[in-house]
């Protein structure tokens, strides 16, 4: 036997070697932070492109209403905030007040029936009044009789309720704009599975604030995206190193004679002639 193969291992390489499942379970989160990443940077674009397509619905010139036969086909995705125009009769006596927070301060969207001359009825939404002006009969002056044409962004149907808070039909509290729940609280058939949001061109003096739609899509995926690289670059460069000062790292063994000038400074043992440098 060789004095190399008596030579004790250092101490210190054992200590910087990770264990095996460590490094496994380093290097799958590291691959999930990239996946994470990459997601990100795919949800951006079609965030940015989503964006696109709604500019460039808002800005088109208002269209006519959907046929009906096509209302089961209407989605968010491919219809909501679609410039169109609609005419009709609005029934005043069937007005909804949706609970609303808006530039203007606290009150009500004025959800009002348009009934159209083909039998079918459109909900839309007026526009915005206080709360002081919540009573009907302080706002009889904005109220159009005959015949009258909106214009508007077309609006999905809000199912159930708001944030945390249910619509509650039966006690005329209403927190989001629910067609269906409203159609059927107000007595009202064959009714667009949509609503209409109008413009402030389509107000008339004295009746609710227009115009008011807020268009807005959050878009911090960039951030997201750079969040998720940074961990995994952190985790990487925590491996190398790592990696680097354990596994990867080399010894050189040199051997001093027992005797030699700087024994009696180095020794520590039997094997005080030999010592582990790393490189």
Known sequence: M???????????????????????????????LMALGVWQVERRAWKLALIDRVEQRVHAPAQPLPSRTS??????ANDEYRHVDVSGRFLHDRETLVQAVTEEGPGYWVLTPLQRDD??????????VPSERR??????GGNPDGRVVVAGLLRVTEPKGGFLRDNVPQHNRWYSRDV???????????????????????????????????????NNHLIYALTWFALA?????????????????????VHE??????????????????????T
Request: proline share 8%; net charge positive.
């Open 2 to 32: 060789s004095q190399r193969d008596n030579e004790p291992r250092s101490p210190a390489s054992a200590a910087h070697r990770p264990s095996l499942w460590l490094t496994v379970l380093s290097l799958i989160a590291f691959v999930v």
């Open 71 to 76: 209302w089961p086909t209407i989605s968010a």
């Open 119 to 128: 039998g079918t009825t459109v909900l839309i939404n007026r526009g915005f």
């Open 135 to 140: 009573d009907p009969s302080t706002r009889q």
């Open 180 to 218: 269906a729940a409203i159609a059927a609280a107000r007595d009202l058939q064959n009714v667009a599975p949509f609503f209409i949001d109008a413009d402030a061109g389509s107000q008339s003096a004295g009746g609710p604030i227009g115009g008011l739609t807020v268009i807005r899509f959050p």
């Open 233 to 253: 670059f952190m985790l990487a460069g925590r491996l190398f190193v790592t990696f680097r000062g354990g596994l990867f790292r080399r010894q050189r063994f």
């Open 257 to 278: 004679p027992a005797g030699g000038p700087d024994a009696s400074a180095r020794r520590t043992g039997s094997d005080a002639g030999t010592i582990v440098e790393p």
